[in-house]
């Protein structure tokens, strides 16, 4: 690409970023009202769907489970007894998945062969304008809480047993979740959770540590100056890991990203996501969930990996 083109594509990811700022500097009038408003009386409001996956269709919703119909939870023979994970995907310009999610689905079922495995389709919302689909993501916890507290009292579905996972927006939207439902879900992970218009917000509109037992974050796009980098920079959990220094991760530096724009549009880096790559690695065990490694040398903290099993 002429170093012309170079430079009119770094201005326009300026303003485009500079743009997503609107949102920053206030809370909207929304924010002030969700913990009044947030619990459906007709589950006809519910605009998410809750797609229960299946091991051997990792990438199909095949069956949905519906809030206020009982009989849909038995269609889909979600298992009572075992671990649930909801998993909620970010913002979009195509109106579709990622390529990442049908990938964590199976790693999950890999992992936890008799769990269940939610996704939460929440495209139509997430394929707004980058400032209109940040809005929505408090809407979109309100679903996830509404769903949730529904599954508890209809079915007495344990909460120690639900594991919540956002990536992006969809991170926010699953710290909104576990703040609204009526008691703490066991754990909320957060992949790349989204920096613009999130980096100075309040913890009502945020992925925080007071959203579930546990909160683990991973990020690895925040980089930049605050609430301009793609992901948060400020740490919103219990443990916040930073592989890289939470930099551009290895083949992925943002020349990387400068390309992948010019020559597919802003959708080339969508679905690229590290962090979700990172969750499945650790999940299938390439990457121990309970192991870590101490290392003296300064730039071992920069490749997310230590080298001392402790």
Same mark, same amino acid.
């Given at each position: 690409?002429?170093? &012309? ?13 500079? @743009?997503?700022? $609107? ?35 990792? *990438?199909? +919703?095949? @069956? ?9 939870? /038995? ?12 998993? =909620? ?50 809407? $979109?916890?309100? *679903? ?15 909460? +120690?047993?639900?594991? =919540? ?22 754990? #909320? ?20 540590? %007071? ?12 980089? /930049?100056?605050? %609430? ?8 919103? &959990?219990?443990? %916040? =890991? ?11 530096? #943002? ?12 959708? &080339? ?15 299938? +065990? ?8 101490? @290392?003296?040398?300064?730039? @071992? ?8 099993? #402790?």
């Amino acid at each position: 690409m002429r170093s &012309g083109g170079v430079l009119a594509l770094l201005i326009w990811m300026h303003c485009l970023l500079s @743009c997503y700022k $609107v949102l920053a500097t206030t809370e909207t009038p929304a924010t002030t009202t969700v913990n009044s408003i947030w619990r459906k009386t007709d589950f006809k409001d519910i605009e998410s769907k809750f797609s229960l996956r299946t091991p051997e269709e990792p *990438d199909e +919703d095949t @069956c949905y489970l519906i809030p206020g119909q009982e009989q849909s939870v /038995g269609s889909c023979h979600f298992n009572h007894t075992s671990k649930t994970f909801v998993v =909620i995907h970010g913002w979009t310009v195509t109106g579709m998945y990622e390529s990442w999610v049908p990938k964590l689905v199976d790693a999950l079922y890999k992992r936890e062969p008799n769990s269940n495995v939610i996704v939460v389709d929440w495209l139509q919302r997430a394929q707004q304008h980058y400032p209109v689909s940040a809005g929505y993501t408090q809407l $979109v916890g309100q *679903d996830v809480a509404s769903f949730i507290d529904w599954m508890e009292e209809t079915f007495n579905y344990p909460l +120690d047993n639900i594991h =919540i996972l956002g990536y992006s927006l969809g991170a926010h939207a699953a710290g909104v979740a576990g703040s609204l439902t009526t008691n703490k879900v066991n754990r #909320i992970t957060g992949l790349d959770p989204a920096g613009p218009t999130f980096e100075y917000a309040g913890t009502s509109v945020t992925l925080s540590p %007071d959203d579930a037992e546990f909160v683990d974050v991973v990020h690895t796009y925040s980089v /930049g100056t605050p %609430d301009r980098s793609i992901g948060i920079q400020r740490p919103v &959990g219990h443990i %916040d =890991i930073y592989p890289n220094g939470g930099s551009f991760q290895p083949g992925c530096s #943002i020349g990387d990203t400068i390309r992948l724009i010019a020559e597919n549009g802003i959708r &080339g880096i969508i679905g690229k996501t590290t962090a979700s790559v990172v969750l499945s690695f650790m999940v299938n +065990d390439v990457l121990p969930l309970h192991s870590h490694f101490t @290392c003296k040398l300064h730039r @071992c903290f920069y490749t997310g990996f230590f080298f001392s099993l #402790i």
